[in-house]
Structure formats: C-alpha cells, structure tokens
C-alpha cells in the first residue's frame, strides 16, 4: 500500500521547495534476522524509520533532525554510520546491513546473587551442652541461646572440676542484631574488634557496628575481571575458566561484555568461544588475576567498636579494664586500589595509621602501611612495606614492618616494646610432573631479647592416582642453631576414611607414626581415629566416634609413658520453639522445627537429604540450616496414608543466624466411603 502525502520537517525547507513523502509498510530484515513489518517511510530514495522501531531493534537514535509524522518521529537510515540497507520494490522487502558495534551493548551477569530476605524468628532459645570426663578431671561446656524478631543473645560458662575443686567461669555474653539488607550487624555485649592490615585486635565488652558479608551469601567483594567481543547476528557465548566451562549465554547483535566473571580469587586464563547461528565460531583469550583483599569500587567494609578491655579471658568472669574505641574502615576506590584507615583510643594512648593494596598491571601487588602513636611514652610510629608477584605456576613476595621503641598498639603491653623489625620472604613453585616447593625464610628482632631467624622448605607430590606426600625442613639460625625434618605420606582408602604414615626428627629425638581416620557421616553414624607411634617411646592413641539425632558421643585412650587414660565426651542440644522442647546434635547454626500434626515417621528432607523424622507427635527438630540462604525443607508424602490430603509437600526456610523456625504442614483425612453393589 503506498500513498504520497506533503509532510512539515522540523526544519523549515527553503522556499519553493516541495517535499513528497511515501508511507510503505516494509518487511525488514537486520543481519539475517526477520524483525517483522515495519511502518517506513521514503522521501527522494531515502528512508526514515520510526523511533521506536530504531529502539526495537536496538540502533540508537541518530544525531540529526527527524521528520514528524502524526507526532512520532523518523530518522534517515542513511545517517547511521555503519549502516546499509537495500529495499526490493516488488516483494516491499527492507534488508539491512548493520556492523556489530552499532547495535546497543548486552551485557550478561557472570555472578547472579541470590538473595532471599529472611523470615524473622518466633521467639525461642536453645542450650548447647560439652561435657567430657576423666579421672583426674571433668570439663563442661554451656552455652545459653535466645532469638526473636529483634535479634538472637548467647552467653557461655565453662566449667570445671579438678581434684574436687569446682569452678565456673563465664566467657561471653552476646546480643546480636544482623541487618541483611545493610551487609551489617550490630552486636552488644563482649566481641571481638576489628582488625588492620597491622593493627591486632582486642577482647572487649561494649558496641560493635560491623560489616558482615555473611548476612548475603553469595555476596562477592573483592572486584571480578571482565570480557568483551561483539556479535554480527544472534550467538552463544560459553565461558572457560582454566579449561572449565563455567556460563553459557545467549546473546542477541552487537557489542556484550561480562563485567563479573564468575572466577576465584588468584591467577588464571579465561576463554569466550563466540558461535553464530551459521556455526562460525571466535575464541578470545584473556589471563586475570584477582585478590580477596581488593573491594570492588565504592565498596565498604567497616568495624566501630566502644567498649571496655576484657582482661584474663577464660579466667575471670567479669574482668573489664579501660574504656576502649576502635575503628577500622576499608573502602574499594577502584578496582586496582583499596585504602584503609584504622585509629584506636585507650586511656592515655591514641594510636592512627593508613594503609593500602593496590593491583599492578602485570600479576603484581603492592601493600602498605603508615601509623602513628601517642602515650606517657611519647610518639612512635610504624612502617610496613609488601610485594607479591604472581605467575601461573610460580610466585614470590616480601614484606617487612619496622616499629620505633615507642610506638604502641593495642594487643601490646605498657611495658613491652614493639618487635624493631619483622620481616618475611618466600617463593612457591608448582610443577605438572615434579610437585611443588614453597621456600620461607623469616626474621624478627626485638628490643628486649634475641631475634628469631628461621629458614622453612617445604615439598608435596601426588603419588599414584590417590597418594600425597609432604616432606619438611626447618632449620632455626637463632640461639643454639637445629633443624627439623618431617615427612608425611597419606592416601584415602574409600568414602570417610584415610590413612597417613609420618615420620620427624627434632632435637636428635626420632618419631614414626601411623593414622588412620574415618570422619562420622553427616548424618547418624560412626566414626574413629587411630594414631599409633612406631617408636617405643611413642604414645599411642585410640579414639571412637558416634552420632545420632540427639547428640554425638567420643570416648578416647590414650597410652603414653606407660601410663593409661580414658576420656568420654557427650555432646548436644536443646531447641526451645513454639513451647515445646526438643533434643538435638548441638545447635551452631540455624535451625527449624517441622510439625505434620497428628502424623509420625514422616521422612524430612532438607536440599533432598533425608534429615529426620518426626516423632509421635508430628514434630521434628531439623538442625544445621543454613541461615540466610533458601533451605527446601519437604516431606515424604509415600508415609503420609492414602486418605491423607495435603495442599502442599515443601516449604523454603530463610532463617536467621543461630534462630529457628516453625514449620506447619497442615494435613487433613478425606472423609470418604467404600460402596459395594452386588447383582
């Protein structure tokens, strides 16, 4: 169909000139690619398309003065720079030719994060409980836990019974607020404080705003390296890590890149195979080296701490000191740098230092550090310098931290003196054939003693399909010069169980030993550990496992100097959920409780592993969820009876850290009758 109309540009046209436009409805062709019609229109044997037919196929908007027409605006196909295009009156066909780089650019995730917002927690708690045995003394581990919507508290108290004398002591006490969506928690009660590439931390009884990565799992901080190519029509693009195919997408014409790809932290080659719809194919190869200590540009990861100084942890109950605060802020400036500062405070001692990891072009990374101190000392400072270079199967560093005498942080007694100098060099060469070799030599000197000055060698191979073999050298320059040598060989012997023979030699003395090991499943089950010296001065140690659904249990002989012991431990938990009480394994992650009210030895599964099953009252205590991730929790519907109906079998449980979660499954019976008709 064709008409001819006189249309008004947006640009006035010079006086007496007359302007014919034709509108034709025109089949259109891109690349080999059918996009369907198209309302197109020709002035003087040039074409205008439609503005959103430009976009439909993904050309941008050329930068020149589009004609209107009924309020949408054309554009002249002839002012797009790397665009032809050929129109077959007959058949009203528009084929067009157009380069890859004019097309609008894909760009494919390589690492899609999961994140699924978690369920807030019913209030509940829960007890933990070690306690282990011996006939000169008994040891007992408690740990109180409580959870609710506004976070989860845990506090632990040791006990100990030693010749009749009975003493308690409690470790900590803490409540803890994570914040997902921020990457953070908030914790108050006794924590630990963050630390910096040379600042230590410190015990401490107060507030803490923290990062916590682990609130998004999955989450990945440190930046990831990138690909690009381009496509001249419709294509699969497979990813290869280090020979392994990690991503298979699909992408349309024109320019894709992958800003994330989906790689570990280190050194590697990743390769783009690029195959067209006709089977032609491109390969783009590219080295990438990544480092976990970077944070990707505009990231943060940060610690504020206010509190008090624990002091004789383990031996006092309540023992606080000076009023303490600390900071410690990283933040990714780009993706080759990444600053931190770091400041503390503690009575009359202030100490401030900056610091940084920064990625050279060719495999190398450079580090450093710069802090000042103020105390009845006077000031001091601190200067720590890094270099790390890697290849592919070779790799060397350095570093080297000097301190003034004056120079203080926390960690270090008023009294005691900074090491004057610690420093450390090594190399690590891998061979495909020959094993490997890591070569450390490291040296420290102090103000108040002798330095240390020890040389490490150390070499490991696979031997056969299954063996490895690990052989040792340390040789000690300081004092009365030794050396040590070690050799260990081990190989497993099937699912669970492994075996090693070790043999050592220090201070003139010889040891030989024999292990032999076999982990408990994750489930119910055994386990056991054999360590048997081959020497005659040797001890010898026997120790048997079990596990089941309410605790794990280990008792352990041991024989050394022609003296015999015996220890028994017994390990568990108590969850406390929707008002009932339920033993369990010990409780260090997150956990739930599935009910199928009125339903026993009904099998529950978690990520398709049978976990347990509920008891006589349709309740089961599942343990170990994993928190702040999808857990498909579901029930076996083959030991549910036939007249049982139920809507549905699984449920997705996010939880929290160390809180649980109630799970209904709501089961009814079918009322129903049996009818028999007899002729």
Do not use: C
């Not at 020497?535 to 605790?551: I, T």
């Not at 406390?576 to 009125?598: C, E, K, M």
């Amino acid at each position: 169909m064709l008409a001819i109309l006189s249309l008004t540009p947006q640009t006035v046209p010079a006086e007496g000139t007359v302007l014919t436009t034709e509108e034709v409805f025109m089949e259109v062709v891109i690349n080999q690619q059918p996009q369907g019609i198209a309302f197109i229109l020709r002035r003087n044997n040039r074409l205008f398309a439609e503005a959103k037919d430009l976009r439909r196929w993904r050309f941008p908007l050329p930068d020149t003065t589009p004609v209107t027409l009924d309020g949408e605006d054309f554009y002249e196909l002839d002012a797009m720079v790397g665009l032809s295009y050929k129109f077959d009156e007959l058949s009203q066909l528009l084929t067009i030719q157009a380069q890859p780089s004019l097309f609008d650019a894909t760009e494919l995730k390589g690492v899609v994060t999961k994140f699924s917002n978690p369920t807030l927690a019913p209030s509940g708690g829960f007890l933990n409980y070690d306690v282990s045995a011996s006939h000169t003394e008994n040891n007992g581990l408690l740990e109180l836990g409580g959870f609710s919507g506004w976070g989860a508290g845990q506090t632990r108290i040791l006990a100990k019974v030693i010749q009749g004398d009975t003493s308690a002591i409690r470790l900590d006490t803490t409540f803890t607020r994570d914040l997902p969506m921020q990457i953070a928690s908030v914790r108050f009660g006794d924590a630990i404080s963050g630390a910096s590439s040379w600042g230590g931390a410190v015990r401490f009884g107060g507030l803490q705003w923290a990062t916590n990565f682990s609130t998004q799992p999955g989450f990945i901080s440190f930046p990831l390296p990138g690909m690009s190519g381009e496509v001249a029509m419709p294509s699969t693009v497979n990813l290869y890590v280090d020979d392994i195919l990690l991503m298979s997408r699909e992408v349309p014409s024109g320019p894709f890149s992958i800003q994330d790809m989906p790689v570990r932290s280190g050194l590697g080659d990743a390769r783009l195979v690029v195959r067209d719809m006709l089977g032609r194919e491109q390969v783009i190869t590219q080295p990438f080296f990544t480092n976990f200590e970077l944070l990707k540009p505009g990231l943060q990861d940060y610690s504020y701490e206010l509190g008090f100084v624990r002091k004789n942890f383990g031996v006092d109950s309540n023992n606080y000191g000076q009023l303490v605060a600390v900071g410690t802020h990283r933040l990714g400036f780009t993706e080759q740098f990444t600053g931190e500062v770091h400041g503390e405070m503690l009575g009359h001692q202030q100490t401030l230092g900056l610091g940084g990891v920064m990625l050279l072009p060719i495999n190398g990374q450079v580090s450093g550090s710069f802090a000042l101190s103020n105390n009845v000392k006077g000031i001091g400072g601190l200067l720590r310098l890094g270099y790390v270079h890697n290849y592919r199967y070779f790799s060397f560093g350095a570093n080297t931290q000097i301190a003034s005498q004056r120079f203080t942080k926390l960690g270090l007694n008023p009294e005691d003196f900074a090491p004057k100098q610690i420093s450390r060099v090594f190399v690590n060469l891998s061979t495909y054939d020959h094993g490997s070799y890591t070569v450390n030599y490291s040296q420290q000197a102090f103000r108040d003693r002798k330095g240390d000055k020890k040389l490490n060698v150390i070499y490991t191979k696979k031997v056969g399909r299954r063996g490895n073999l690990g052989v040792s050298v340390n040789r000690f320059f300081s004092g009365e010069a030794k050396t040590t040598f070690g050799m260990n060989f081990s190989m497993p012997l099937g699912k669970n169980t492994n075996a090693s023979i070790s043999s050592s030699r220090k201070s003139g003395r010889d040891q030989a030993r024999l292990q032999m090991n076999r982990g408990m499943p994750a489930g119910s089950g055994l386990g056991y550990r054999i360590d048997a010296g081959l020497v005659k001065s040797d001890s010898h140690m026997v120790e048997l496992s079990a596990k089941n659904e309410v605790g794990s249990y280990t008792l352990i002989a041991n024989q050394s100097q022609g003296q015999m012991s015996l220890r028994g431990s017994v390990k568990g938990g108590v969850a406390i959920l929707g008002g009932d009480a339920y033993l369990s394994r010990n409780i260090t992650h997150s956990f739930a409780v599935v009910q199928v009210p009125g339903y026993s030895s009904v099998g529950i599964y978690v990520n398709n592993q049978l976990v347990g099953r509920t008891d006589a009252n349709g309740n089961a205590m599942i343990p170990n969820l994993r928190p702040y991730e999808k857990n498909t929790v579901r029930i076996e519907e083959a030991d549910l009876p036939f007249d049982a109906q139920i809507d549905i079998l699984q449920l997705d449980a996010v939880p929290y850290f160390r809180s649980g979660l109630l799970l209904k499954f709501l089961v009814k019976r079918s009322r129903g009758a049996l009818l028999t008709v007899v002729l």
